[in-house]
């Protein structure tokens, strides 16, 4: 659903539960794009698993994060094919580590270590994604379109709650919304094995977690 659509079916719903204030549509676009956060974080779904590919550059050992990155979301990433391990910044820069292959966070860059030799050699980056705010009219939403139901009423709940003795009413749209939820994270955990990844993304660091403990 585009955010226009959105918007049109909570202004429906604001006029069938006879809301009495008047409100922009900054405010309705505010609602949408924070219920779609609170969506998002209901639980540790699947789709928010992401893998996106970079190109080396020769010589350089920093390169930008993907623009939906998560903070604290990535999982691993590989070089040419050959995974590195992820350790901080002091370890980084003073070889303080076991790994020979490294990578660590810097502000809104990732570093490789050993740096690239070539040009065009494939990064692999495994992360968790964040919602991207939802702007122009035909802008969609990272979630999946059975969650479409419980961002509008939870938008609703928003609205309704800066309404006067509207209180009960709020609560009712956020609770319908959290039970929608709630079913959708019960399908996914019964079909479990998705990682949500496009094609199999594996890891050694899940093998040997505890070799490294200082990274």
């Known amino acids: 659903m585009q955010l226009q659509e959105f918007l049109q079916d909570l202004n429906a719903r604001m006029s069938a539960a006879k809301t009495t204030g008047f409100w922009s549509e900054v405010d309705k676009k505010r ?50 094919g050959q995974e590195h391990a992820k350790t901080n910044v002091e370890n980084y820069q003073s070889g303080n580590h076991v790994w020979e292959r490294v990578f660590c966070i810097l502000g809104d860059q990732y570093l490789v270590k050993p740096t690239p030799l070539e040009d065009g050699k494939l990064i692999d980056i495994y992360y968790r994604r964040r919602p991207v705010p939802l702007v122009n009219d035909t802008d969609e939403p990272i979630t999946p379109e059975e969650m479409e139901e419980a961002i509008i009423k939870l938008a609703l709940g928003i609205c309704l709650k800066k309404e006067p003795n509207r209180g009960t009413d709020a609560d009712k749209q956020i609770l319908e919304a959290t039970a929608i939820l709630q079913q959708i994270k019960d399908r996914q955990d019964e079909e479990g094995g998705e990682a949500g990844f496009t094609g199999q993304a594996t890891s050694s660091r899940f093998l040997y977690k505890n070799s490294n403990p200082q990274d």
């Not at 540790?44 to 550059?57: I, P, R, V």
Request: glycine residues 4%; hydrophobic residues 40%.
């Open 31 to 80: 609602w949408i794009n924070k219920s779609i956060v609170r969506a998002c974080n209901f639980a540790k779904w699947n789709f928010l698993n992401h893998h996106s590919t970079q190109l080396t550059e020769k010589d350089i050992e920093a390169y930008f994060l993907p623009f939906d990155y998560k903070p604290g979301g990535m999982m691993f990433i590989k070089v040419d």
